[in-house]
């Protein structure tokens, strides 16, 4: 018999739960490596609400653009991102993603960090205080879910 894990307490960065998402959504429940196997339950998640390409925060305020894009960018705060890798890990077409940044940019909501090659890196503008209450908002909508569903994510491990 495995042992069970909560994710929430594994301390997986928002990234890795991000994959860890993905990995389950993608209907591949185990995998195995050397006889060892590893096996992801998730217990008593619609499966309507894994198909959505958003997360929680654009479930609670609405799934426009602006807000898919602001969620990304809140879930990757930390990181400084390319607009073409937004578009890409969020969904949207490229030309509604530059369009919608270019409006959060002058409104300084994400501001330019640095630039990689020909690439230009985006940041959420940590300093402006629309973005700090966002934040709020964003950790408050996470640890509302995490409470839901605290007790039906696991993941098990076989030996």
């Not at 739960?17 to 060892?36: E, V």
């Not at 300084?108 to 402006?128: M, S, W």
């Not at 408050?140 to 993941?155: D, M, P, R």
Request: with cysteine; glycine share 6%.
């Amino acid at each position: 018999m495995g042992t069970l894990y909560q994710t929430a307490s594994m301390g997986l960065s928002s990234e890795e739960n991000r994959r860890m998402a993905r990995y389950t959504q993608s209907g591949n429940p185990s995998r195995s490596s050397a006889g060892n196997s590893v096996k992801i339950e998730v217990i008593g998640v619609e499966m309507s609400k894994m198909d959505e390409p958003w997360g929680e925060f654009c479930t609670v305020f609405g799934a426009t653009p602006r807000n898919r894009i602001l969620e990304f960018f809140l879930e990757m705060r930390e990181l400084d991102l390319a607009i073409g890798d937004v578009a890409e890990e969020i969904g949207l077409n490229k030309a509604t993603t530059y369009n919608t940044v270019e409006v959060l940019i002058k409104e300084d909501f994400i501001v330019q960090t640095r630039k990689v090659g020909k690439v230009q890196l985006y940041k959420l503008n940590l300093q402006k205080s629309e973005v700090k209450v966002l934040i709020v908002a964003f950790n408050k909508v996470l640890n509302a879910l995490g409470a839901k569903h605290n007790s039906e994510h696991y993941v098990e491990v076989e030996n």
